[in-house]
Antibody, heavy 119, light 106 residues
Framework: QVQVVESGGGVVQPGRSLRLSCAAS????????MHWVRQAPGKGLEWVAVISFDGNNQYYADSVRGRFAISRDNSKNKSFLQMNSLRVEDTAVYYC????????????WGQGTQVTVSS | SYELTQPLSVSVALGQTATITCGGN??????VHWYQHKPGQAPLLIIY???KRPSGIPDRFSGSNSGNTAALTINTVEGGDEADYYCQVWDTTNVVFGGGTKLTVL
């Protein structure tokens, strides 16, 4: 069955960097877009970024553009989120998720990994 | 940027019908997707392309989309339906979520 497992979360100081990983299985990884979505404490879901199935296109929310970078390694069935210049307001649970095509639903989500930005 | 508006909360008695709305400008021209999110769990896709149900989602869940409002309807509400519900669309190359609605089962 489809599995998506995030890792790499933790506590980091403002201004520092963190790299999240997402390991996928149970589907043809190289055929699907992949998303990162986050949920800050007490808040709703906020989309962060998407990468196309072939890695050629990446799109970002305004709140992270220029600081975060999404990537993927189709040979290893993994997606990554490089987070630089972290801010306190980036504190959230970060979910990796399997997308459908463009304009389609976010089909399957992982359990999430906690990122806490604090001095 | 495109905005989606959901009520903060909806309450419904056990066994009754709950309707959660999602407002957006000309939302009928977009595909609307709905997610159920329970505390400590991964969000779950329950409706895609306005009204289609993924495999395994009970037919008590249904969706509609017309004009400036999409809606998620849950018939014969059960205690296990208590959760946060989010609508979602694409705005060009960005994904947009509604603010979420907390469904309380009385």
């Amino acid at each position: 069955q489809v599995q998506v497992v995030e890792s790499g979360g933790g506590v980091v100081q403002p201004g520092r960097s963190l790299r999240l990983s997402c390991a996928a299985s149970g589907f043809t990884f190289s055929s699907y877009n992949m998303h990162w979505v986050r949920q800050a404490p007490g808040k709703g879901l906020e989309w962060v970024a998407v990468i196309s199935f072939d890695g050629n296109n990446q799109y970002y929310a305004d709140s992270v553009r220029g600081r975060f970078a999404i990537s993927r390694d189709n040979s290893k069935n993994k997606s990554f989120l490089q987070m630089n210049s972290l801010r306190v307001e980036d504190t959230a649970v970060y979910y990796c998720a399997k997308g459908g095509g463009w304009y389609e639903a976010v089909e399957y989500w992982g359990q999430g990994t906690q990122v806490t930005v604090s001095s | 940027s495109y905005e989606l508006t959901q009520p903060l909360s909806v309450s419904v008695a056990l066994g009754q019908t709950a309707t959660i709305t999602c407002g957006g400008n000309d939302i009928a021209t977009k595909n609307v997707h709905w997610y159920q999110h329970k505390p400590g769990q991964a969000p779950l896709l329950i409706i895609y392309r306005d009204s289609k149900r993924p495999s395994g989602i009970p037919d008590r869940f249904s969706g509609s989309n017309s004009g400036n409002t999409a809606a998620l309807t849950i018939n014969t509400v059960e205690g296990g339906d208590e959760a946060d519900y989010y609508c979602q669309v694409w705005d060009t190359t960005n994904v947009v979520f509604g603010g979420g609605t907390k469904l309380t089962v009385l």
